[in-house]
């Protein structure tokens, strides 16, 4: 099982860029599904979720900036960045949080599933 990230790149600062992820249509339908990112050396942050319901969070960092979505038909989440500052550079990664419920309603909890990390640098 494995999610495939990309549209990351080299932009300045105020420019705009769109992440995209397919995720495994098992996943896709029963887990919330996310942006993180990370530098090296530090932990891995939280950016944006949405979970099965269409409903969204954001880091207090890109609120306003960000936007997450999904297309079902297509079994893939996005991420519209735009304002970029400089320190929006990260290695992005998707993920397929552990925590679902299966067949019978009951929360379960699985493995957490990353795609590949995609490199966004923002010059100033």
């Known amino acids: 099982v494995q999610l495939q990230a990309s549209g990351g790149g080299l932009v300045q600062a105020g420019g705009s860029l769109r992440l995209s992820c397919a995720v495994p249509?098992?996943?896709?339908?029963?887990?919330?599904l996310g942006w993180y990112r990370q530098d090296p050396g530090k932990r891995r942050d939280v950016v944006a979720t949405?979970?099965?319901?269409?409903?969204?969070d954001y880091a207090a960092s890109v609120k306003g900036r960000f936007t997450i979505s999904r297309d079902n038909a297509k079994n893939t989440i996005y991420l519209q960045m735009n304002s970029l500052k400089p320190e929006d550079t990260a290695t992005y990664y998707c993920n397929a949080d552990r925590v679902y419920r299966n067949e019978f309603g009951e929360v379960v909890y699985g493995p957490n599933y990353w795609g590949q990390g995609t490199q966004v640098t923002v010059s100033s």
């Open positions: 249509g098992s996943l896709f339908s029963t887990r919330t």
């Open positions: 949405i979970g099965s319901d269409g409903s969204t």
